[in-house]
Nanobody, 125 residues
Framework: VQLQAYGGGLVQAGGFLRLSCAAS????????MGWFRQAPGKEREFVSS????????YYADSVKGRFTISRDNARDTVYLQMNSLKPEDTAVYYC???????????????????WGQGTQVTVSS
């Protein structure tokens, strides 16, 4: 399985970015997807997750109401729309694919078997 995350960049506070993660290697539509991030000097943390069907989503409190996760199973791609960005959103963002067949959303790293390489998001104040 390969996950390729892209769409990061430098944006001013209050701006927006849309991250994408393209998956290959096994039937994308059968697995939950998630986004995590790691800021400099901090541990990686959960951001958002979406179930295999796309019906259920879950967000960290820090991004709720500002970020939206979605998936396009026809394109084997998961997205993270990030609005009203804050400097504290600065981090490397990773996409991950769940290990359970037709699993629901998950917020713990142990539920994810495959990880992308990360894309840098920098929000300036």
């Amino acid at each position: 399985v390969q996950l390729q995350a892209y769409g990061g960049g430098l944006v001013q506070a209050g701006g927006f970015l849309r991250l994408s993660c393209a998956a290959s290697g096994r039937p994308f539509s059968n697995y939950a997807m998630g986004w995590f991030r790691q800021a400099p000097g901090k541990e990686r943390e959960f951001v958002s997750s979406i179930s295999w069907s796309g019906v259920a989503t879950y967000y960290a409190d820090s991004v709720k109401g500002r970020f939206t996760i979605s998936r396009d199973n026809a394109r084997d791609t998961v997205y993270l729309q990030m609005n009203s960005l804050k400097p504290e959103d600065t981090a490397v963002y990773y996409c991950a694919q769940g290990g359970m067949y037709r699993g629901g959303y998950a917020y713990t790293e142990s539920k994810y078997f495959y990880w992308g390489q990360g894309t840098q998001v920098t929000v300036s104040s």
